[in-house]
């Protein structure tokens, strides 16, 4: 099941909000954590148990990594606590990849795991490891399993994120123990989180899987030219970018339905000036994870230039094996190391230079993203440049930049963040603001109208990154 989707839009989400505020306070959590298991089994029943297993393990580690934080103990359970989370992932994602290469370098014939991936594992296990990581930092360990339940499988962020690390939420998940008050939602919360759902489904349906079309259409092509594969390259960013921000946009808006406040994730990342801004915007809650959780513990920028180029490096051989178990992802991530590193090296100054800098190498880093494997991604590399002869430019290149300019247009003009100079106007105009009032919900209700109309008539486009 996913957001976008009839299922989902009509009838899941509606039971879910209704049996949630008919409830008891004292009882929400439990409705939460019954619906995120029936969403989460929707489409893979089976890896409820492995979930669970997950979740027993972590609250088991929690309690003796609080325990024994203050001896020499606490650190051996915390380190043991990531171990396991790790092992999982590490089995479920990467066996196959390093038995693949074995056979491939060794001339061996090992059998392969018959193993599917987990939907959504990269992210809770994320998640797990900075629970246990927090405990041992201070923050209290969560005594009730059911909260601790609750924040692992929580249906609006499960499958691709943010990654919220248990810290930010911790006093949300149940009552005070001082206060003894729960977490709830106002009116004014509950606008905000419609209003954030339903623009990220918009960035979903209008935009990203448009997009996803044109991408599919060049891939099949027997006709590609120079301009084709510049035109992929930036759809396919574009693509990339409102899949996964209109995702997250939806599961933070319908975070703040139920009560949670979860980060933001992506912050208008395209008027970025160089790499090392672009991942302050993109994918936020990753980039500020592997900062957390890697970087500064090896030494962030502490132990001198070299040792931080090094760290540099280790982080993003990490992000990019995250993202998936195939060598392009690899190559993906060293790619922005070497950027990145080059950047804290050489480059002092921004002004426009750089932004066409990081926007010519930004649409090469999401072809080598997009591809399906190193193989393919050489080609496409090596076709942005005309390598082979291929032509310029054909007629079906000019057919399908006709059929899709208009799409292309509206996609790269929604990446400017025009929407906060509005917002800016309209708290100098409270005129302004008032008719804005009368007139947003009636926009939102159209919105939902064209939404549903495309999802009725299109066919199923599943989020890009629920394969990771």
């Not at 991408?215 to 996964?244: M, P, T």
């Not at 649409?363 to 591809?371: K, L, Y």
């Not at 300019?405 to 100098?428: D, E, H, W, Y």
Request: one cysteine or more; glycine letters at 8%; hydrophobic letters at 50%.
């Amino acid at each position: 099941m996913v957001f976008s989707s009839i299922t989902f839009l009509f009838y899941f989400l509606p039971i879910t909000v209704a049996m949630y505020f008919f409830v008891p306070a004292c009882c929400q959590n439990a409705v939460l954590l019954f619906c995120s298991l029936f969403f989460y089994a929707w489409g893979e029943p089976h890896n409820v148990l492995f979930m669970g297993i997950s979740i027993l393990s972590g609250y088991g580690f929690g309690l003796l990594v609080e325990k024994y934080k203050h001896a020499s103990s606490g650190r051996i359970w915390s380190f043991l606590s990531i171990c396991v989370s790790l092992s999982f992932l590490l089995y479920f994602k990467y066996a196959n990849f390093v038995l693949k290469n074995i056979n491939q370098m060794m001339g061996m014939k090992l059998p392969l795991l018959q193993v599917s991936l987990p939907v959504g594992i990269s992210f809770y296990t994320f998640q797990m490891i900075s629970y246990t990581v927090d405990v041992y930092r201070g923050e209290q360990a969560q005594k009730n399993i059911l909260n601790l339940a609750v924040y692992i499988t929580m249906f609006p962020q499960l499958i691709a994120g943010p990654i919220v690390r248990y810290a930010d939420i911790a006093d949300q998940l149940g009552p005070d123990p001082e206060t003894g008050k729960r977490r709830r939602t106002s009116l004014t919360m509950a606008a905000q989180g419609i209003r954030c759902f339903v623009t990220g489904l918009a960035k979903k349906v209008l935009l990203a899987d448009q997009l996803g079309q044109l991408c599919s259409i060049f891939r099949s092509s027997e006709e590609k030219s120079v301009l084709f594969y510049w035109i992929y390259g930036i759809s396919c960013s574009l693509y990339i970018y409102f899949d996964f921000s209109g995702y997250s946009d939806m599961a933070v808006g319908l975070g703040k339905i139920f009560g949670f406040h979860f980060p933001q994730n992506f912050n208008a990342p395209f008027i970025s000036a160089s790499m090392t801004e672009f991942w302050r915007r993109w994918h936020m809650s990753l980039g500020s994870w592997f900062r957390d959780y890697v970087y500064i513990p090896l030494g962030g920028n502490r132990n001198g230039r070299m040792r931080q180029m090094i760290y540099i490096f280790i982080v993003w051989l990490l992000t990019g094996l995250w993202h998936g178990a195939e060598w392009n992802f690899m190559i993906w991530g060293l790619f922005f190391a070497v950027l990145i590193s080059a950047e804290k090296l050489f480059m002092k100054k921004k002004g426009i230079f750089s932004h066409i800098y990081f926007l010519f190498f930004i649409i090469i880093s999401f072809v080598i993203f997009h591809a399906q494997n190193l193989t393919q991604a050489v080609c496409d590399i090596g076709g942005l440049f005309g390598v082979g002869g291929i032509a310029f430019v054909t007629k079906e290149t000019l057919y399908y930049l006709r059929s899709f300019g208009v799409i292309l247009a509206s996609a790269i003009l929604c990446t400017i963040p025009f929407t906060r100079n509005i917002q800016s106007m309209m708290k100098s105009y409270p005129a302004v603001k008032k008719t804005a009032a009368w007139i947003e919900p009636a926009a939102l209700l159209a919105l939902m109208i064209v939404i549903s109309a495309y999802l009725v008539d299109s066919s199923f486009h599943p989020f890009l990154y629920f394969r990771f």
